[in-house]
């Protein structure tokens, strides 16, 4: 069995850029039956499928309907093989469906008045069959029951078993709180042995406290009734209209964390989720939508096309909030759009112009490029060299071959990177990045657009929808910039306090997690985009780390010999002080700053601290952003140089880090660290001590 949801959408179809993500489409749902296919409901999503199927010639299907709310029937008139003589269509519905029978409810929608084509006259072989709510029939080998809910005007929910997994479909439901009627007793007796249930809950607590007796539930009516009847996975659906995909996302992760102690799996469905048991023989959820997240719309050259990319591009870009991940995310999308193999991006720093990200598939793909990003490398902002030419004149460029740049051009290129590395460079396109009242932030060059593996030049269309790219990505950077300067003021503060942490250390350590994390994330699948949004919230909540210092009294925090118990319980407090500090969840990030803050004194077998009452966590407890920060502050503390010790060397630091695995550090997290160790010392060559930092107590 695989389901494919088609619409996920409550009370009326939209279509806009910011419903790209999870579909603007209402309620249809698809499911493969070996050579059965069913059909729940026929909301807008079917229009869809129905165009699809017909490729494929004679159809045979099976169309379940949940109730006669519009929103479920709207598409069926758009339904293509209705159409067709040689469709085998049978359509199964309860008896007491819109009150006269589901013939009369198609029928309704498709008089004259309002539909061209009459019910009576469509050419497909059509076969009714009604139920009681509450009975079940088969579909091939799969077994179909049937459960009556609580919505006005009645509803069936559909529950399939077939391929040695069950799945549930709710269509309109309402969980009253507290509701211990028949039908409620019945629908929590339907969910057991769900492994995926699909769900409505179309409202917040606070949403269905003024809109009880409508027929729908809030999200979290949910989640623990599917715990008791332990069900896997939680697909909540019949998402409000007015929802937008930043809307749906921010209530996911409410969800989500409000309940991250139940056993179930709790997502917002989405069209294009596909739910199977595939090559690793255990039924898994995959998304795979259009457009992709972290993939955005793609683009066409009409004027309606161009605006949805750029709708969707700057929703996308306002996601990030750190300068690491925003960078990667605008020069990923001007290689996507351009085929362009490689790119780099420069910003403006003073009198010149400085790498501040790079990305070459062909030389170092995935976490590989990362010690790359951290050249400490500056270009002078003159005409020189293309960038700088291109960032003094605030002109693009677009060079067809970069060996043979006419003489009358004033900037040549330096080959020594090709030479070195045996890569070879051949077209380039190099636009300028600028801010508000034309001020240049920086340029984005982009190498080689491929094209049947070969590089080619770059088109004028494509310079044109970079030139679009850069536009938002100058909105966009300026408010990475202006965050990552409240951020390093923040901790600027803290190192008044504290001079050993040193705004070089917390970039360092900052930077080190993040690069960990990307290693660990690599070998655990995590999609690209999650990656990459995660890594950037993982780089600001580690250079967080030992913010609540600023509470503790200079008479311990400065004290420079060994502490007494007293003064030890009381330095050991900056990590509940700080957590205290990012409490009211306010920043999207706040969450993992609190565990970093709170837990990166924790250790692998149990016996680190919090500085709390509570007692100490041990293992995979620990949260696992906390125990990457952990590896990354002590190997940076053992680096550094401090009144009280020297600095130690990288291969004893690392022997000492190897050494705890297992006892103060995660094993596997460890082993990331050891992987990437190359980055690890091209992130202490980018952020190093001043001569002052190094000898300060």
């Known amino acids: 069995m695989e389901v494919l949801v088609r619409g996920v959408r409550g009370s009326i179809p939209v279509a806009s850029a910011s419903t790209q993500r999870y579909g603007g489409n209402t309620t249809c749902v698809e499911v493969r039956l070996g050579e059965e296919l069913l059909v729940i409901d026929a909301g807008s999503g079917i229009r869809a499928l129905g165009e699809e199927i017909m490729t494929a010639g004679p159809v045979r299907l099976h169309l379940c309907f949940t109730h006669a709310h519009w929103d479920h029937l ?50 497909a072989q059509i076969t009714i069959h009604e139920f009681e709510p509450g009975e079940s029939f088969s579909v091939g080998s799969a077994q179909v029951a049937t459960c009556p809910t609580v919505h006005p005007g009645g509803n069936v929910a559909y529950a399939i078993t077939h391929d040695g997994w069950r799945f549930v479909f709710t269509g309109d439901h309402e969980w009253r709180p507290n509701a211990t009627d028949a039908l409620s007793r019945g629908m929590e007796r339907f969910l057991e042995g769900a492994t995926v249930a699909l769900v409505d809950a179309q409202y917040t607590e606070d949403e269905y406290a003024v809109r009880q007796g409508w027929g729908h539930s809030a999200m979290d009516a949910w989640p623990q009734r599917a715990a008791r009847a332990g069900v896997h996975t939680l697909l909540l659906s019949h998402h409000d209209p007015a929802r937008s995909d930043e809307d749906v996302e921010a209530l996911e992760d409410l969800v989500r964390r409000r309940f991250a102690d139940l056993p179930v799996d709790i997502r917002m469905a989405a069209e294009g989720m596909r739910i199977g048991r595939w090559e690793t023989g255990v039924v898994e959820v995959r998304h795979e939508p259009v457009p992709q997240k972290g ?217 080190y997690a993040a690069e960990i994390y990307h290693r660990w994330a690599e070998r655990h699948g995590v999609d690209p985009d999650e990656l990459r949004y995660t890594k950037g919230k993982i780089r600001t909540a580690a250079m967080l780390h030992d913010v609540g210092k600023v509470g503790i009294p200079d008479v311990v925090l400065k004290k420079p010999g060994r502490l007494n118990d007293e003064e030890l319980r009381i330095m050991r407090s900056h990590c509940v002080l700080g957590a205290a500090l990012f409490a009211d969840g306010s920043w999207d990030v706040d969450d993992l700053v609190r565990d970093v803050i709170l837990h990166h004194h924790q250790k692998w077998d149990g016996t680190g601290y919090t500085g709390s009452e509570e007692p100490p966590l ?38 000492i880090i190897r050494k705890d695995a297992g006892t103060h550090f995660d094993p596997e997290v460890v082993s990331c660290f050891e992987e990437i160790f190359e980055t690890i010392e091209a992130i202490r060559a980018r952020y190093p001590d001043e001569a002052s930092e190094q000898h300060a107590s």
């Not at 759009?337 to 598939?361: E, H, K, P, R």
């Not at 491929?450 to 030049?457: A, F, L, Q, S």
């Open 74 to 123: 709207l598409g069926f008139p758009m339904f293509a093989p209705i159409f067709s003589p040689h469709t085998e269509l049978h359509i199964h519905a309860p008896r007491t469906i819109g009150g006269s029978g589901v013939q009369a409810v198609l029928s309704g929608i498709m008089d004259r008045r309002y539909f061209p084509v009459k019910f009576e006259s469509l050419p």
């Open 618 to 655: 041990a293992g995979e407890a620990i949260p696992l952003v906390a125990r990457i920060v952990a590896v990354a502050d002590v190997y940076d503390a053992l680096c550094s140089r401090r009144c009280y010790k020297e600095a130690w060397s990288p291969e004893d630091a690392v022997a």
């Open 295 to 511: 993939q955005p719309f793609a683009m066409d050259d009409t004027a309606q096309g161009v605006l949805a990319w750029i709708n969707v591009l700057t929703q996308e870009l306002s996601r990030y909030a750190d300068m690491g991940a925003l960078l990667d995310r605008i020069l990923l999308e001007g290689r996507r759009i351009t085929s362009a193999d490689a790119g780099t991006i420069f910003l403006v720093d003073g009198g010149g112009l400085s790498f501040a990200y790079t990305q070459n598939d062909t030389l170092f793909p995935g976490s590989a490029a990362s010690k790359y990003v951290y050249v400490n490398a500056v270009l002078p902002l003159d005409s020189s060299s293309v960038a700088g030419h291109v960032a003094s004149t605030g002109k693009a460029v677009n060079i067809p071959d970069m060996y043979h740049i006419p003489a009358s051009e004033p900037y040549r290129f330096n080959e020594a990177f090709d030479r070195k590395t045996g890569y070879r460079t051949v077209s380039t396109l190099t636009v300028p990045v600028f801010g508000q009242k034309g001020r240049i932030l920086g340029v984005m060059q982009l190498i080689n657009s491929m094209e049947d593996g070969k590089p080619r030049p770059f088109t004028i269309g494509m310079q044109m929808r970079v030139n679009l790219l850069a536009a938002q990505a100058g909105a966009a950077l300026e408010r990475g910039l202006m965050t990552q300067a409240l951020l390093l003021r923040m901790l600027k503060m803290a190192e008044l306090r504290d001079p050993r942490e040193t705004g070089a250390h917390v970039q360092r350590v900052g930077a």
